[in-house]
């Protein structure tokens, strides 16, 4: 015998089901395209290393590579996950997703900035972006940053990157 309470409760609970199915389906909707884009900003940053492994001559495990960037996806498909659940919840109508998405793309594509440039003895670190604006645009000399390229910096990245790869165990 069903009674009132019974049906009102599963009445409420298909509801919500039907619901949540809803915003599953308008999250992943948005999901997909974020995704795509992230994964191939990641994908860059990987080739963008193993270019910049290559050109200082440190060796390098590929699966120790895969495996910062697997771990990198997975990270940023969560992130990706969450924003896009709490835009739909939010009715879409405050861009969470689009602007998280952007800055996540922002941080990978200094990171392949830095890869590309770290081989000529740049380093892309935020100290050497500061002191580069300080100069651009704080007066300092110019003859402060000659030393940014110089070979002596090449080594110095070289060796960092060398006790970072080859020191894991």
Excluded at 103 to 113: D, H, P, Q, T
Excluded at 127 to 134: E, F, I, T
């Amino acid at each position: 015998m069903i009674y009132k309470s019974d049906s009102t409760v599963q009445g409420c609970g298909s509801l919500v089901s039907s619901l949540i199915w809803l915003m599953v389906d308008k999250s992943l909707a948005m999901l997909v395209p974020w995704i795509m884009a992230i994964a191939c900003v990641v994908l860059a940053d990987l080739l963008a290393g193993l270019r910049k492994s290559l050109k200082l001559g440190v060796h390098i495990s590929i699966s120790t590579a895969f495996r910062n960037t697997m771990g990198k996806l997975v990270t940023y498909f969560a992130f990706v996950c969450a924003v896009c659940f709490v835009d739909v919840s939010a009715n879409g109508g405050t861009d969470i997703a689009k602007w998280s998405c952007l800055f996540i793309c922002l941080i990978e594509g200094v990171s392949i900035a830095g890869n590309l440039l770290k081989p000529y003895g740049i380093d892309l670190s935020l100290k050497a972006v500061l002191q580069y604006l300080a100069g651009r645009f704080g007066g300092v000399s110019r003859e402060d940053f000659d030393g940014m390229t110089r070979e002596e910096r090449k080594d110095v990245i070289r060796k960092r990157e060398e006790r970072k790869w080859n020191n894991r165990k």
